[in-house]
């Protein structure tokens, strides 16, 4: 019987990934999320989880997070931590903001390397992880400044 080839498991579980993402996507963009009438530079106002930007927040992390991050972290997506959750995003915080960074650049699970973001710079990556953990307390350390004493 030439022809036909058993697919391997893998392919099934990588179609299953895109139809999630793609469904994840499409449920934001019809859920109004990315209205043209929002502030660029505003958080994500997810239905029920309006939550305001944190004190120490970086802009460019909100920008890239509202670009990339807001499909799967905004509606929990994959088992993604959303926004705002401390109880999902307490062991990911007690692995380090540089350890969580290494996971966006590589993946990790249905999370595709850099996330849905490609054209980030890892700057920009460690900037919407660090936004993402200040939402739920974490402190990003100080960049150090000429003349401060320890």
């Given at each position: ?100 960074l290494e996971t966006s ?26 936004y993402m953990l ?17």
């Open positions: 019987m030439g022809g036909y080839r058993k697919r391997g498991s893998k392919t099934g579980l990588w179609g299953l990934i895109g139809i999630a993402v793609l469904a994840a996507i499409s449920y934001a963009l019809i859920g109004g999320w990315f209205s043209n009438d929002r502030d660029p530079d505003s958080p994500a106002q997810i239905p029920g989880d309006a939550i305001a930007p944190a004190v120490g927040a970086d802009p460019t992390g909100m920008a890239v997070y509202n670009k990339a991050c807001v499909a799967c972290h905004g509606t929990g997506v994959a088992n993604a931590p959303k926004l705002g959750d401390q109880a999902a995003w307490q062991p990911r915080m007690a692995q380090g903001s540089d350890r969580l650049i590589a993946g990790k699970g249905a999370m595709p390397p850099r996330g849905t973001c490609a054209d980030c710079s890892d700057d920009d990556l460690k900037a919407a992880v660090e200040v939402q739920v307390g974490y402190e990003p350390a100080a960049s150090p400044r000429t003349g401060d004493t320890p």
